[in-house]
């Protein structure tokens, strides 16, 4: 009878742990040490532990574990009836103190109760206690504030001195450690510096990626640069990011307001009039200029301009409907050949292109007639261009069955290749091909065939699905280097046995025949 009414009277607990992160904190393992003894010599059971590993105690958003906690002690029933905590601090430094008060008070209010097993109150439930609980998060709060604030000032002052801190260089600089003698030593792109007595400066980098920055500043302030036109520049020839990425509108409008290009250093511009409505820091002068001040102006002057430049609805449908009476087919590709405003900004007017282009007067009916005529034709041109690819291949011996559903090639040891057709696009500068890449299949090749405005294809290509996927979404008249433009049948089955080869490496192909003329008859204008 003793043994059941002990075991009855058995406190089940939770622990919630916090490490902040500041190095110096207190680590996640002496937490759980001094919470199991103190629930071994008060005969509690600690049935779950929750955990907020290297983050603030400032707000709750970013606290996973306190959320967790908060949301099992709501439930019924509920699975625990105290919550122990090393310390007031580990509860939460939060700036308001009454947030640290009121989530304890939820706890309290389900019937759970909080111990903080290292003050001295310990579980006491008095006045003097809530007096005292107060006190430690009035403290908390303003050490915390008072730590901020010091790294902050150091920080001001190492950004003043022409050192960086915080994010990584644009494209065109490179970071260099250096040292209390001056010394200086080159970082790759994400190495941290070797200790922390060295500080962080941003020079030039490599040549070529200085080259590119002037060029695209040379770029936009060219009459009729824009940043549309830049990013598609850019992504025709391939060119990529410090991150790796393709350059867009907003990628190329950061490049061109980022202050670093002219030898200037801004931290905190964003973060600091957000969080803490500070003015940003600043130290002008303290990098080499990439380019000249003259440039530098011309573009701001520019981006500026352009920023304010906004046309009402009516002229937005003004613009639309002298287009369409040009164009009854209008598309959106021919919006940016005609230089009119882009698909988004009709997007945020009027919801969508297609409902600006209907109240813009466009015969919807006579529109989606022609295009269901240009599907019909197109899917008869794929079909003719897919039986020509697997004559060709079969005629030089290689195994080749097309796929009753889909516009695939099962080659052998089943290896799968795409055939896709690229429709011509006329633009300012001649044709160009969109390569569409969401659509397709899983499959190990990709034969795409870029079509001319005649009844010939104007060339093909041939590569892996990860190397079509990289290379750029517009390809012009000219391809580049990373489309390598096949014009041949033999091309074309020479860079196919490469490509089969590369995917089984037993097998052996034979030599390939002498160069004859492109036998492409199956080819249309754009469908």
């Not at 075991?7 to 622990?15: D, G, L």
């Amino acid at each position: 009878m003793d043994a059941a009414d002990n075991s009855a009277k058995v406190i089940r607990a939770a622990a919630y742990v916090r490490m902040s992160t500041d190095h110096q904190d207190l680590s996640i393992g002496m937490q759980l040490d001094a919470i199991r003894d103190y629930s071994l010599i008060n005969g509690i059971e600690l049935v779950d532990v929750y955990e907020d590993a290297a983050k603030s105690g400032l707000r709750i958003a970013n606290r996973e574990g306190m959320k967790r906690l908060i949301r099992d002690v709501m439930e019924v029933p509920r699975p625990f009836d105290t919550v122990l905590v090393y310390d007031v601090s580990r509860w939460g430094r939060f700036q308001d103190i009454d947030a640290a008060a009121y989530y304890e008070y939820t706890c309290r209010l389900h019937g759970v109760s909080v111990v903080y097993v290292k003050e001295s109150f310990g579980a006491k439930q008095d006045a003097m206690t809530a007096l005292l609980k107060t006190i430690k998060r009035a403290m908390a709060a303003e050490y915390s504030r008072e730590l901020g604030m010091k790294c902050r000032d150091g920080q001001d002052r190492a950004i003043r001195l022409g050192f960086q801190v915080g994010p990584l260089p644009p494209l065109g600089l490179t970071r260099v450690a250096v040292d209390r003698l001056g010394k200086r030593r080159l970082l790759g792109r994400k190495q941290p510096k070797g200790s922390q007595a060295e500080r962080v400066a941003w020079v030039h980098g490599p040549q070529w990626e200085v080259d590119l920055v002037r060029r695209i500043f040379q770029m936009y302030a060219a009459e009729g640069g824009s940043l549309k036109s830049v990013a598609r520049q850019l992504q025709y020839e391939g060119v990529l990011t410090g991150n790796g990425q393709r350059f867009t509108n907003d990628t190329v409008s950061l490049l061109l307001r980022n202050e670093a290009f002219i030898g200037n250093f801004v931290w905190g511009r964003a973060y600091r009039q957000k969080k803490n409505h500070q003015r940003e820091t600043r130290a002008d002068g303290v990098i080499e200029p990439v380019i000249s001040r003259a440039l530098w102006d011309t573009v701001q002057c520019k981006l500026q301009r352009r920023r304010f430049k906004r046309r009402t609805n009516d002229q937005l449908l003004e613009a639309l409907r002298r287009q369409l009476e040009k164009n009854p087919l209008l598309s959106q590709v021919d919006l940016e050949r005609t230089g009119m405003p882009s698909k988004e900004t009709y997007n945020r007017a009027f919801g969508s292109l297609q409902a600006a282009m209907r109240l813009a007067g466009r015969d919807v009916g006579k529109v989606r007639e022609h295009h269901l005529k240009q599907i019909l034709v197109a899917r008869a041109i794929g079909d003719l261009v897919q039986y020509d690819l697997v004559k060709l291949l079969v005629r030089e011996g290689i195994e080749c069955t097309p796929h009753t559903r889909s516009r695939v090639l099962i080659l052998e040891n089943g290896i799968r290749a795409r055939v896709q057709l690229c429709w011509p696009h006329p633009s300012e500068a001649g044709n160009r091909w969109l390569l569409l890449k969401k659509s397709l299949p899983a499959g190990d090749l990709v034969i795409f065939a870029a079509m001319d405005l005649g009844p010939q294809a104007h060339w093909f290509g041939v590569s892996s699905m990860e190397e079509f996927r990289r290379l750029p979404p517009w390809v012009h008249q000219d391809p580049p280097s990373a489309v390598k433009a096949l014009y041949t049948p033999e091309a074309i089955v020479r860079e196919l046995k490469k490509q089969l080869a590369r995917l089984n490496p037993s097998a052996t192909y034979a030599g390939l025949p002498r160069e004859r003329p492109l036998e492409t008859q199956n080819c249309a204008t754009h469908p």
